[in-house]
Nanobody
């Protein structure tokens, strides 16, 4: 079984920065893609950023130019550096991973429990 645990959320003033981390654990052979999504109350979950094992990145429109995703595949960890934060960035941020485990051909889509990011004016 694979678990993802996020950390680094908190309260920050507009214009400030936060760095989120997500570590995957379990019987992991390789993680194809890791990423971050966010969800505010009453809204759909939306893409923030993803990164593949070969380093290709994809950003949602709201993150472009302000957020940077990176990963340490040896540690099964993904990071999200968030700069120039705005009030509208307030949401629960969820980590996602497409995981290949030992002794299986399947790719498992796993989610963390989320970490709250609150940006005050």
């Amino acid at each position: 079984q694979v678990q993802l645990v996020e950390s680094g959320g908190g309260l920050v003033q507009a214009g400030g920065s936060l760095r989120l981390s997500c570590e995957a654990s379990g019987s992991i052979r390789v993680i194809d893609t890791m990423g971050w999504y966010r969800q505010a109350p009453g809204k759909q979950r939306e893409l923030v950023a993803t990164i593949t094992i070969d380093g290709n990145t994809n950003y949602g429109d709201s993150a472009k130019g302000r957020f940077t995703i990176s990963r340490d595949s040896a540690k099964n960890t993904v990071y999200l550096q968030m700069n120039s934060l705005k009030s509208e960035d307030t949401a629960v941020y969820y980590c996602n991973a497409e995981v290949r485990v030992w002794d299986s051909r399947s790719v498992f889509d796993r989610w963390g429990r989320g970490t709250q990011v609150t940006v005050s004016s």
